[in-house]
């Protein structure tokens, strides 16, 4: 597949004529030369977002079977792309070839996992209320819900995963699942990628002939195009994933609104690891060596990166330090995405390094090219981390901290001090028990997800994944962005009270045609 710099606009290819990019490849520190992408207009995402409204009603009256082989076809099309998908994503993000094969499968099989969800059905929680008209004092009408689509999505690529959270990723997945058509923003990371993906959504609409404006692909140069998309009338829900300034200020801008709307984005996070000291003595240099890679993988190019490890101070914990410290040292330098966050990363490293209290113990080996970063690794003790708020902020790429508590009592305050995070990790034995009975309620109010005895880094597609949590980690803690509830956060209910039969919705038929598990008068059943 060719890549010729294009937007992708419903059924059509249009070249930007606002600032030309070129896609860049952090590895050499050079740009790709060809093709030179067109920044599009205020006009092209008006245009887009025309396009999706127009196509909403039709595509979300769509047979479910239809939607779900949509995803499905989508995912067959993405695989077919073979080594030239990888190849050009290797040359864009600097990711090693397995990484991205991996997440190319991760991209697959999310897609085809919600069109699974579709086909049964269970996200549209048909619920049905029998009337009661003899009940006293007054009677109760014939009441059904079901949940529908909200409408046109606006999908923001992410830096990090160039497949499995970009233009095919899980907000596109989910948005698409749900009945919404879908305009994403490409990242400035990875333009040709996204145009080879998304050449293949366009395509396969096409082949189904779905409503034209089900799919559009858009390059912005600056915040303006990002900006007009989240304020278009016609979008109803906003995907992100980055930074918290970029999320935030999308948040100000969907608040704005004649009509607000909803941001779920996913945007900081350092991923606490507690060291109990059962474990810390039973088994730390394996906990140590564990840590440091999950810290390392990707560059630290990762929202679970464990950015901070919390634990009682004692001749254990010193063994982890001296452990982590001298397996991190033989940590080769890794090339980031890009040197925006490869200049960022220095200087939140520069930071942490400046701050009164706050002790380098290991740095990787050199970096030998232009965007490479060195993993670093500091520690603190409790009394500097509550006193000074920069410690909390993220630093995006293979850097943590270990702080030091004097007892059992300051690491509890130490959880309690936290703000939200996507995870928290709890590395415990048996004996320590007690003292984990203490800590998970706490973390239950501050992370999304908590693990025991794991690494917070590897996010698995699945049911019961949560990946989300309370603010700054993402903008709305009853959502997850990865897993097959994140379709909830395009729907909502609607109640059909005393519908005739010729206008009830297939969902809530009698004779339920589609044959869905529904709630009937408060029982689950296929009736």
Known sequence: MSITGAMLIGRKAVHGEEKPLRAFNPATGTDIAEPVFGSGSVAHVELACELARQAFDPYRHLPLAVRAEFLDR?????????????????????????????????????????????????????????????????????????????GPVAVFGASNFPLAFSVAG?????????????????????????????????????????????????????????????????IKAVGFTGSRAGGTSLMRVAAARAEPIPVYAEMSSINPVFLLPSALAQRGASIASGFVDSLVLGAGQFCTNPGLAIAVDSDALKDFVATAAGALSGKPAQTMLTSGIHAAYEEGVGKLAANKGVEAVAHGVDATGPTQ???????????????????????????????????????????????????????????????????????????????????????????????????????????????????????????????????????????????????????????
């Open 170 to 234: 899980g907000d596109t997945a989910a948005a698409l699942a749900a009945g919404c058509p879908v305009v994403v923003k490409a990242h400035r990371a990875h333009l040709g990628t996204s145009e080879m993906v998304g050449r293949v959504i366009q395509r396969v609409a096409q082949e189904m002939d779905l409503p034209e404006g089900v799919f559009s692909l858009i390059v912005g140069a600056g915040n303006s195009v990002g900006e007009a998309l989240v304020a278009h009338p016609a």
């Open 373 to 527: 970063a060195r993993a670093a690794l500091f520690v603190t003790d409790a009394q500097t981390f509550l006193a000074t708020p920069a410690l909390e902020d993220e630093v995006f790429g293979p850097a943590s901290t270990i702080v030091r508590c004097r007892d059992e009592a300051e690491l509890l305050a130490v959880a309690e001090h936290f703000a939200g995070q996507l995870t928290a990790t709890v590395q415990m034995d048996s004996d320590d028990l007690a003292a984990a009975k203490k800590l998970v309620p706490i973390l239950e109010r501050k992370a999304g997800r908590i693990l025991v005895n794991g690494f917070p880094t590897g996010v698995e597609v699945s049911h019961a994944m949560v990946h989300g949590g309370p603010f700054p980690a993402t903008s709305d803690s009853r959502a997850t962005s990865v897993g097959t509830t994140s379709i909830e956060r395009f729907l909502r209910p609607v109640c059909y009270q005393d519908f005739p039969a010729g206008l009830l919705p297939e969902a809530l038929a009698d004779g339920n045609p589609l044959d869905l598990w529904r709630r009937r008068d408060g029982e689950i059943t296929r009736s």
């Open 74 to 150: 989508i995912a067959d099309g993405i695989t077919a792309l073979g080594d030239a998908l990888i190849e050009r994503a290797n040359q864009e993000s600097g990711l090693p070839k397995a990484r991205l094969e991996g997440e190319r499968g991760r991209t697959t099989g999310q897609l085809k996992l919600f069109a699974q969800v579709v086909r049964a059905g269970q996200w549209l929680a048909a619920t049905l209320d029998s009337p009661l008209p003899e009940r006293k004092p007054l009677p109760r009408s014939d009441l059904r819900m079901q949940k529908i689509p909200l």
